[in-house]
């Protein structure tokens, strides 16, 4: 390696750069202490410094160091661009504490100078990436991009920096002549020269004769730097010939492997030679070991980089090999010794070393992880938690997982953990929370969305809106209309119809409205009072009426440009304002005290930088974006398993190595830059790219563990299962062991090492004695139990001694003697007949099982089944009462415009076609006349039916008829209820005409309901059904049974009955089988659900009301 920071200088006896290499950290860290103890304690208030290449690093070697001489106090453990920085500074005397290259700073330089620099000549790029418009956040991002490409040209381009400053072009290339420009606009802006210039200034000092700072004067240390980018190599190469350096460099080979080539690169080194007419044994290839070669390139290069430099002394005595005995012992000896074959590979061991295991899903991944983990605190002599590391390339979706599997502190198999380099937003969801809040410009303000941030407990504080609060205003909302939009300009900003309907502020007028005026209130100033908001429960109305009005003004807030410092206390005063701060635990105040941080950071850079230029919220909100996307280490010191990204140099040991996501397209990572970067443009070896760092952050895991090497991947999908493959680099690993053990021993290593685990985690298959995929979640067992041959077989909802499946089961059972006399309305009666079962579980469990609530965010844009028979139904009242389209649409639950108005019409002309039929079935106008309670008794039954006959009519003529016209399909639910109001207006004898009115499909159809003789015994025996149901659960299902009856008789044909019972049961759009209550009631069951029971039922229920019912023709 050319140093360009060495040249003649003054100073005598120039010292070498030590390297002392080795492959354990433990043996490396060792001499360290041996040499700082050996260095002694000339001055107490002069710290050792200890550089490190990561902050894991520095707190693992802290801990060994007190470990082995009882404390560890005066050492400083900077990372190395932080070091180089103090230097300048100290040698300097002028410089900053931040400086103006970071990239940070950068960032914001440069966003302030491109709009007039994109009007130069040459910057045609940058025009086309900002467009015409230039939006605010485009040139932001262009900003940050530019300045981390800047970044790296400074750490691994010095030369291209250099000449740049002189005026000089190095490339041949478009884009350098404009990024030149406009870097030496950048340095000139500034009283502060570059890293690279101001390294080359303070060495050439240094070198020239000037004094060491004192705080160098002893030396320093760089401990476990795998690879250093060149700006920082060179610098520190240089800065070691005026003061003592010493490198503890890991290293997993004993040999010089800086010339060995992975087999890939070997075939293109020959196509090479073979195109320029050398043979091949001219080459001089040496390939060593295939996984070093393939995995260590960083590696390789740097070891090529630390081995060019004259003044450099290198010492390899803190090798020793591997402690593992196994087949990671027999790996890693393999790498030390630069020979894939330097031994046999190990037998195969009963609990393999290397392992390798498929699952379905990210959950099971983790699930598998503690399954795999637990067995090892037995096998691995006085194993502790903290000397278990779980890495992964994507550790962002792994931690809900992770908090749900390994988060049950009652569990006696618990154990315990932290995590460490997530995205600041993944630490706490009051920090999602907070970013969904940034988002709010972009939102519609949908029910859900805006419902879904009272989820977080800080906001449900502020505001006074627990659980019990969200769940009345769930159906408050629901019912006044609301989905989406604050008021009827904001819908017009996002191109919808300029209207309230359907908006918060129209829901919040008719909900207030009606916590004012109360029910059944009349519509004042074209506002429809809601219903049913009233007692204590109104309190939380006016509370979430402040909630929502604090977004809004949080949303207008965007709109107006501020400076960064203004935009700073306003984002701090958003954040009081929506977050209560003080009620949470330890953990949410920590998450308040990081988005402080974040936004006061924002806030005091961008000031720095911009002055009081105003911002649009588009770009403070990338910045603040990017601030809580940043990876963040984990708080305290070792305590559990560490969960953690894959980053460069936390290379820390572990007994235990875990490695999860290792997919193939997941891992190695891609990462395209921008395209304008010169560097991948004009490669040079050594430079880094997230596809090489992962490579060796495999090795480098590899070399790491101590005991166990645990490796997962998704290897199928769980929705298709359709095979995934697993990381390149694991199939590398597998197919290396497959040649080191041959094709007959392989297949039982392989079943030995690599394992497919069943897609849930209650499989049988788990809970065996001889299973290769054990588990030992108590919770799961006891699901597990219940499945497979060896097992007890899957249990019925219903009992087999509860199940009563014939009729001789079913008259067999007993009632309970009534010793006084009871009364039943009919309402209750029907209540049972529509839906036995349902009435069962609420009665005898009592279990409600109601479908999944969802909140509604998309207006109505046509009529729903169900809508549309309640409005009819309410059109068929009294005149009085019934609404107009104006009306309909004000109580937000009916379409709006055009498609409202042709809904409302279909509808008038149905409720007018059932009115016509009604008029010729009664021989012209009729009026409803008043509800009359009448009851009957049942001596046998002890028992005294009442109840209201509603629908009673007076014709014309003075004659008087029940009749129900219904918009919807006919049902024999409502031939029942004719029969037994009939039944109660004048007992069995009773002729009085009764009609039923509905829709066959698109037709208006009219039943008669003729008297039949055993309607007294039709109702005695619904009422034993009734209770004999209401004791045993039975198949009694309504809509099959109405289908059984109605094909009974037509045809009267059994066959016939039964198969349309069937269909009804088990087809169409909605099917009976998938109510929730039947399926509960037929889960597990093997014995025909639609029998003889569900038979009689049918006949005992309605085969008389089909046949008393005749249909009257036009």
């Known amino acids: 390696m050319a140093n360009s920071f060495i040249r003649e200088s003054g100073r005598q006896g120039m010292q070498a750069a030590q390297f002392i290499h080795g492959n354990r950290l433990e043996l490396l860290a060792d001499r360290l202490i041996d040499d700082l103890t050996a260095t002694g304690h000339d001055d107490p208030l002069r710290p050792h410094v200890v550089v490190v290449a990561h902050p894991a690093l520095g707190r693992w070697l802290q801990e060994r160091i007190a470990a082995r001489c009882g404390i560890a106090v005066n050492i400083e453990f900077p990372l190395p661009s932080t070091f180089a920085w103090e230097v300048l500074r100290e040698v300097s005397g002028r410089l900053k504490r931040e400086s103006a290259f970071s990239r940070e700073a950068l960032t914001w330089r440069i966003h302030a100078a491109l709009p007039a620099y994109a009007e130069r000549p040459g910057f045609d790029a940058v025009r086309h990436y900002l467009g015409s418009a230039g939006e605010p956040r485009q040139r932001h991002q262009l900003a940050a991009a530019l300045a981390q490409t800047f970044d790296e040209y400074t750490m691994a381009r010095p030369s291209w920096i250099r000449a740049w400053h002189r005026g000089r072009l190095v490339l041949e290339d478009a884009d350098e002549r404009w990024q030149a420009e406009l870097w030496r606009a950048l340095a000139d802006s500034v009283d502060e020269a570059d890293r690279a210039s101001l390294m080359q200034e303070v060495l050439g000092g240094l070198l020239g004769g000037a004094p060491v700072p004192s705080r160098l004067e002893r030396g320093f240390s760089i401990f476990g730097a795998a690879h250093l980018p060149p700006l920082l190599l060179e610098f520190f190469l240089t800065l070691a010939q005026c003061v003592p350096l010493r490198f503890y460099q890991p290293n997993p080979c004993l040999d010089y492997w800086g010339d060995i080539v992975s087999a890939r690169e070997q075939v293109r080194q020959r196509q090479l030679w ?518 007890i077989e899957p249990s019925p909802f219903v009992p087999a001694a509860a199940l009563v499946s014939t009729l001789q089961e079913f008259h067999a059972l007993e009632l309970a003697p009534a010793e006084d006399w009871t009364e039943l309305d009919i309402g209750e009666l029907l209540g049972w007949l529509a839906h036995p079962l349902r009435a069962y579980f609420r009665q005898q469990l009592p279990l409600e099982l109601a479908e999944a609530e969802r909140d509604e965010d998309v207006e109505a844009f046509t009529l729903g089944r169900l809508a549309r028979y309640q409005l009819a139904d309410r059109l068929l009242g009294p005149e009085a009462s019934r609404p107009d389209l104006h009306r309909v649409q004000r109580e937000g639950q009916f379409p709006i415009g055009v498609v409202g108005e042709q809904s409302w019409q279909e509808l008038l002309g149905q409720v007018d076609a059932l009115e016509q039929k009604a008029l010729h079935l009664l021989g012209g106008e009729f009026e409803t006349v008043a509800a009359e309670t009448r009851s009957v008794a049942f001596e046998d039954l002890r028992l005294r039916l009442t109840g209201a006959v509603r629908h009673k009519v007076r014709c014309a003529d003075g004659q008087t008829a029940l009749l129900l016209a219904r918009p919807g399909r006919i049902r024999g639910i409502d031939l029942a209820r004719l029969a037994l109001e009939r039944f109660l207006h004048a007992g069995a004898e009773s002729d009085l005409p009764v009609f039923l009115i509905g829709f066959d499909k698109d037709q208006v159809k009219a039943l008669r309901l003729g008297s039949f003789d055993t309607v007294g015994q039709w109702i005695q025996d619904l009422l034993i059904w009734r209770a004999r149901g209401l004791s045993r659960p039975l198949p009694t299902f309504r809509k099959s049974a109405e289908a059984f009856a109605a094909s009974f008789q037509r045809w009267g044909d059994e066959g016939r009955a039964r198969r349309a019972a069937l269909t009804a049961w088990s087809e169409g759009d909605f099917p009976e089988s998938a109510d929730p209550h039947h399926q509960l009631f037929a889960r597990h069951r093997e014995d025909s659900i639609l029998g003889e029971v569900f038979e009689a039922f049918a006949h005992v229920a309605f085969v008389p009301l089909y046949g008393a019912a005749a249909e009257i023709g036009p």
């Open 274 to 791: 073979n195109r320029h007419g050398r043979r091949e044994d001219e080459a001089h290839l040496e390939s060593g070991h295939p996984l070093l070669a393939s995995w260590g390139g960083i590696g390789r290069e740097y070891l090529k980089a630390i081995h060019a430099p004259e003044l450099v002394v290198h010492d390899d005595d803190a090798f020793a090999a591997p402690t593992s005995s196994g087949l990671l012992g027999w790996l890693q000896a393999g790498i030390l010794m630069l020979d894939p074959a330097h031994a046999p590979p190990p037998p195969l061991e009963a609990a393999p070393s290397v392992q390798v295991h498929g699952c379905p899903s990210r959950r099971r991944e983790v699930e598998v992880l503690r399954d795999a983990l637990l067995p090892l605190f037995e096998t691995l002599d006085d194993l502790k938690p903290h000397e278990i590391v779980v890495m992964s390339p994507r550790i962002e979706e792994y931690v809900p997982y992770v908090a749900a599997v390994f988060g049950d502190g009652d569990d006696p198999l618990s154990i315990p953990y932290r995590i460490s380099d997530v995205a600041l937003r993944a630490t706490h969801p009051l920090i999602d929370a907070f970013a969904r809040i940034l988002a709010l410009g972009e939102s519609r303000f949908a029910v859900s969305e805006i419902l879904g941030f009272l989820a977080e407990p800080g906001i449900a504080r502020r505001f006074g809106l627990d659980g019990e609060a969200r769940d009345w205003l769930r159906t408050w909302i629901a019912d006044a209309g609301v989905r989406w939009g604050l008021d009827a300009d904001f819908r017009a900003a996002l191109g919808a119809a300029a209207i309230d309907e359907t908006t918060w502020r129209f829901g919040f007028n008719r909900l207030l409205l009606g916590y004012a005026l109360g029910n059944d209130a009349e519509m004042l100033a074209d506002v429809v009072p809601a219903t049913n908001v009233e007692g204590s429960p109104a309190q939380w109305l006016g509370q979430f009426a402040r909630f929502v009005d604090a977004l809004a003004r949080t949303r207008a807030g965007f709109a107006v440009p501020r400076g960064a410092a203004e935009w700073k206390s306003w984002l701090i005063d958003r954040l009081d304002a929506l977050f209560d701060g003080e009620g949470g635990d330890a953990l949410e105040a920590a998450a308040i005290r990081d988005l402080r941080e974040a936004i006061a950071a924002f806030g005091n850079e961008a000031s720095r930088w911009l002055g009081a230029e105003a911002l649009d919220f588009a770009v403070v909100r990338g910045a603040l974006d990017a601030q809580i996307a940043a990876p963040r280490a984990s708080r305290g010191g070792r305590f559990g398993i560490t969960f953690c990204g894959m980053v460069p140099m936390r290379n820390v040991p572990h007994r235990v190595v875990c490695v999860l996501g290792l997919d193939a397209g997941e891992f190695p990572r891609r990462q395209a830059p921008a395209g304008f970067n010169l560097m991948r443009r004009h490669p040079r070896a050594g430079d880094r790219s997230i596809r090489e760092d992962d490579r060796f952050l495999f090795l480098e895991s590899l070399v790491a563990a101590r005991d166990v090497f645990h490796l997962s991947h998704v290897d199928r999908d769980a929705k298709t299962g359709a095979s995934n493959p697993p990381s390149p680099l694991v199939e590398e690993l597998t197919g290396f062991l497959a040649g080191a053990y041959g094709a007959e021993a392989w297949p039982a290593v392989r079943a030995s090492i690599v394992r497919q685990h069943p897609m849930h985690p209650f499989a049988a298959a788990c809970f065996r004695a001889d299973s290769p995929t054990p588990s030992y979640d108590r919770r799961w067992w006891n699901a597990a139990r219940l499945q497979g041959e060896a097992w």
